[in-house]
């Protein structure tokens, strides 16, 4: 592998597991070439320039650094200048990463970036129909092999969050016995009424439905299902809904909707009645109380179960017309 040191990599999209790896990927390589390196990771909205001297420029105890500018389009204005300087010319001693999310906010510094030759990667979003491969790959990725139809029951039984089905893959190999991933494996850990699937909550909750969503939430926490797969099914029920609603009033064939919003042509046929009860606005703060939800189940909370109730409430409370 090329050194990355004296070079800059520009992270960008919103599929946040494949840019994490390929930040921990360039660290892990960094410190494979130079063990006494330096590792800075810093949100971009905290950044000063004498800040950003500081950070790059290594240390008392170590002249290589690794430095990973997170956050990117929270960068204050008066940084951009310095950054795109160091990015362009960082010297021989940094490897520099810049993580960008992707979306419009903070475009004009990308732009800036790419003119300026910087090395990029980027991770857009997967389409619906990319999924499986995906799942399949993890396997791969894990130790393990999965078939093309047992992935498709993967997908629809743990959702569209690339965290939660790596997740689910990882349950899958570390607790079978066979690298062969089979479609009886999935369905005795994904589905059934044992153990209610993380989209059931989630259609549910954006139904209106209380007490089954509370209901099948309650079975899900005691039949083994992770708290943050039921966020993760949450947040993308959530963004598939949100994108609908930007899509709809387009003039936009079915298919050509499907498209714009990654989802499968069968699933409009739930998005178009949902859409009637949500507006963008409702969604947004239903986005922001899973946000809140998923940082608690991570850690900030002490019980997982009452902030993922809390979650759901207020996800309800957020529908209507106002």
């Known amino acids: 592998m090329e050194s990355p040191f004296g070079s800059t990599l ?26 006494e390196a330096a590792v800075n990771r810093i949100p971009a909205g905290e950044l000063t320039v004498g800040g950003l001297t500081e950070a790059t420029g290594g240390s008392l105890f170590a002249d290589a650094s690794v430095v990973v500018v997170e956050e990117l ?13 160091l990015a362009t010319d960082p010297g021989p001693d940094l490897a520099l990463v810049l993580v960008h999310p992707g979306g419009v906010k903070g475009k ?12 990029s990667a980027d991770f857009p979003s997967l389409k619906a129909w990319e999924l499986p491969q995906f799942v399949i790959a993890e396997a791969r990725r894990a130790g393990g092999r999965m078939e093309k139809p047992t992935a498709e029951v993967l997908v629809n039984a743990v959702g569209t969050d690339l965290n939660a089905l790596a997740s689910a893959v990882r349950q899958l190999i570390d607790d079978g ?9 999935v369905r005795r850990y994904f589905g059934g009424r044992a153990e209610v699937r993380s ?9 209106g439905q209380t007490g089954s969503a509370l209901e099948k939430l309650r079975w899900a926490l005691a039949t083994g299902v992770g708290p943050p797969q039921v966020t993760a099914a949450l947040a993308a029920n959530l963004r598939e809904l949100g994108k609908y609603l930007d899509a709809r009033d387009d003039g936009l064939r079915d298919a050509q909707i499907a498209q714009r919003i990654g989802v499968p042509p069968w699933k409009l046929k739930s998005l178009g009645p949902l859409s009637r009860q949500w507006q963008a606005a409702g969604v947004a703060r239903a986005i ?24 759901v409430l207020t996800i309800i409370g957020c529908r209507g017309r106002n």
């Open 10 to 35: 520009l992270v960008i999209g919103p599929e946040s597991l494949l840019a994490g790896r390929a930040v921990t990927e360039l660290i892990a390589a960094g410190l494979a070439q130079r063990p």
């Open 73 to 85: 389009p929270e960068l204050p204005t008066d940084v951009a200048d310095a950054l795109v300087l």
């Open 108 to 119: 004009a510094l990308l732009d800036r970036l790419r003119k300026a030759g910087v090395r």
């Open 177 to 185: 016995e066979d690298q062969l991933l089979t479609e009886a494996a």
């Open 199 to 207: 989209y059931e909550i989630a259609t549910d909750a954006l139904a």
């Open 288 to 311: 922001g109380a899973v946000a809140r939800a998923d940082a608690q189940v991570k850690g900030a909370s002490s019980d997982a179960g009452f902030a993922l109730e809390q979650m």
